[in-house]
T-cell receptor
Framework: DGGITQSPKYLFRKEGQNVTLSCEQN?????MYWYRQDPGQGLRLIYY???????QKGDIAEGYSVSREKKESFPLTVTSAQKNPTAFYLC???????????????FGQGTRLTVV | DQQVKQNSPSLSVQEGRISILNCDYT??????FLWYKKYPAEGPTFLIS?????DKNEDGRFTVFLNKSAKHLSLHIVPSQPGDSAVYFC????????????FGTGTRLQVFP
């Protein structure tokens, strides 16, 4: 059963602590993404990666870090530098468009992070 | 700077009628557009897409129209069903970075009996 898995579903963090959100896919996709959803602001791109060991900043990368050591995995670390970390975080993956022009991204079920 | 805009935060439609969701974009380099549907506390699911070489794409009850000169696309759902009630996002991808997918702010559709 192929898919994209995010864990945990709910995460609580004390202010000032770093926390890492997991994202794993077994779809053999090259591209992976992290988005953040806030009420009224849609999905905003944090980071994306088109290939292993490479990633690019999205529109709101400040206070976040990522790694892409394996094709299947793209963990996101929310650092203490992120001013408003409480949000719903979504991971996605896709075939690269240079291989399939008409492709779509598949999303995980999301992780809700709450800073307490 | 919001490159993909959905100016209607919500839409209410009677069951059986047509739902029309709109999306505007500012970047003329976008060449591929997608619509996603999202339920609360879940990840978005893909609905339909359209390439900039087309002006219409249809899949069952869902049709997407693209007007490149106006930088506008719309999603038509006919007939609307209560199960269509969700938040709908449009997304776009530019030619210069085909893997960068930029989403709009979403429109909440409610279909009532």
């Amino acid at each position: 059963d192929g898919g994209i898995t995010q864990s945990p579903k709910y995460l609580f963090r004390k202010e000032g602590q770093n926390v890492t959100l997991s994202c794993e896919q077994n779809l053999n996709h090259d591209a992976m993404y992290w988005y953040r959803q806030d009420p009224g602001q849609g999905l905003r791109l944090i980071y994306y990666s088109q290939i292993v060991n490479d990633f690019q900043k999205g529109d709101i990368a400040e206070g976040y870090s990522v790694s892409r050591e394996k094709k299947e995995s793209f963990p996101l670390t929310v650092t203490s530098a992120q001013k408003n970390p409480t949000a719903f975080y979504l991971c996605a993956s896709s075939i690269r468009r240079d291989r399939d022009l008409n492709t779509e991204a598949f999303f995980g079920q999301g992780t809700r992070l709450t800073v307490v | 700077d919001q490159q993909v805009k959905q100016n209607s935060p919500s839409l209410s439609v009677q069951e059986g009628r047509i739902s029309i969701l709109n999306c505007d974009y500012t970047n003329s380099m976008f060449d591929y557009f997608l619509w996603y549907k999202k339920y609360p506390a879940e990840g978005p699911t893909f609905l339909i897409s359209i390439s900039s070489i087309k002006d219409k794409n249809e899949d069952g009850r869902f049709t997407v129209f693209l007007n490149k000169s106006a930088k506008h696309l719309s999603l038509h759902i006919v007939p609307s069903q209560p199960g269509d009630s969700a938040v709908y996002f449009c997304a776009a991808s530019p030619t210069y970075n085909t893997d960068k997918l930029i989403f709009g702010t979403g429109t909440r559709l409610q279909v009532f009996p």
